[in-house]
Nanobody, 131 residues
């Protein structure tokens, strides 16, 4: 079973920034859409952002649009999530996952209906936004 690995989480004050990284030891992320998700305490998992393999397709949830930036470096087999202007409501465990069925991202196929397509997940990295 492939296990993705997230890093970069931590504690930050409101308005601060963090950059999350997602790597996949022994597995090539190139060719697959990669998503970032989060689960806040007491809430359901939420799709945050998705990036296509090489077509430039990117999706953001309305809650992070304009504040978060997703990118990938296929040479480094790494996907990033740059988070700025963080708010307390961004507090959650953040996960990355690989969609083995798609290489592109689109708003409709990033909805929760399609989350079952993300077969490989990481353990998550916690982000706490608090003063």
């Amino acid at each position: 079973q492939v296990q993705l690995v997230e890093s970069g989480g931590g504690v930050v004050q409101p308005g601060g920034s963090l950059r999350l990284s997602c790597v996949a030891p022994g597995f090539t992320l190139h060719g697959y859409a990669i998503g970032w998700f989060r689960r806040a305490p007491g809430k359901e998992r939420e799709g945050v952002s998705c990036i296509g393999s090489s077509d430039g397709s990117i999706v953001y949830s309305d809650s992070v649009k304009g504040r978060f930036t997703i990118s990938r470096d296929n040479a480094k087999n790494t996907v990033y999530l740059q988070m700025t202007s963080l708010k307390p409501e961004d507090t959650a465990v953040y996960f990355c996952a690989a969609n083995l069925m798609r290489s592109r991202c689109a708003y409709d196929t990033f909805s929760s209906t399609y989350h079952h397509e993300y077969a490989y997940w990481g353990q998550g990295t916690p982000v706490t936004v608090s003063s």
